[in-house]
Structures are given as structure tokens and as C-alpha cells.
């Protein structure tokens, strides 16, 4: 089992960044597929992006591609998501998810095992 804790989300104006941070318990981190999703308000929750165990495919949405940034340290057990250039509409609650050895299609919600409680990001205009 494998709990998830995201941190580092915030306040901050349009063109500015923010760094989010998951940390996993357990020592079977770099077994997992691991995947940020995001919920805005009265929207269903969205893939964002996501990288193999190994650190070595990464995957984004149209929507983020080029502006996100994803990583995973597995010696530290914690996967990153650095957000460049935000804009008002990447505001949302931001989940941190795992997917045990990856064996799922990596942008969909039923693909992941286990959710992290998410951070709030909020983009200003």
C-alpha cells in the first residue's frame, strides 16, 4: 500500500510558478506509475501528466504541454510537477496518484490505485 501526500500548491499570478511535490510512503515507490490529475471547479478531474517508474517516459496533456514539467526522485520516494507560465485556468485542485506497475493507460482516473488528499493551486489574473 502506498500513501500520498501532495504539497507546494498555493496563490500565485498568471505567468508565475509553482513546484508541487508528492511525497509516497512505502518501499516500492519506483514500482509505480506515477500521475497528477487536476479538479477544477464544477469540472470533472483531468490527467495532467505522468512518468514511468524508471523516470524515463513522460506524458502530458495538450493543455499543459510545454508550460509542466514532471519528475520523480525514487531515492526520496517523491514525484514533482514544476508549473511554468500558469494561467488562470490551471486553477484547481491538483492529486497526486500511483499506479501499481504501471500496467494501466496512464491519462485515465480508473488506471490508479491510490490518490493522494490534492493541493490547491489557484491562479490570479
Known amino acids: 500500500q502506498v500513501q500520498l501526500v501532495e504539497s507546494g500548491g498555493g496563490l500565485v499570478q498568471a505567468g508565475g510558478s509553482l513546484r508541487l511535490s508528492c511525497a509516497a510512503s512505502?518501499?516500492?515507490?519506483?514500482?509505480?506509475?506515477m500521475g497528477w490529475f487536476r479538479q477544477a471547479p464544477g469540472k470533472e478531474r483531468e490527467f495532467v501528466s505522468a512518468?514511468?517508474?524508471?523516470?524515463?517516459?513522460?506524458y502530458y496533456a495538450d493543455s499543459v504541454k510545454g508550460r509542466f514539467t514532471i519528475s520523480r526522485d525514487n531515492a526520496k520516494n517523491t514525484v514533482f510537477l514544476q508549473m511554468n507560465s500558469l494561467k488562470p485556468e490551471d486553477t484547481a485542485v491538483y492529486y497526486c496518484?500511483?499506479?501499481?506497475?504501471?500496467?494501466?493507460?496512464?491519462?485515465?482516473?480508473?488506471?490508479?490505485?491510490?490518490w493522494g488528499q490534492g493541493t490547491q493551486v489557484t491562479v490570479s489574473s
Open positions: 496518484a500511483a499506479d501499481y506497475l504501471g500496467g494501466g493507460i496512464y491519462y485515465r482516473i480508473a488506471s490508479y490505485d491510490y
Open positions: 512505502g518501499r516500492t515507490f519506483r514500482s509505480y506509475t
Open positions: 512518468v514511468s517508474w524508471g523516470g524515463g517516459r513522460t
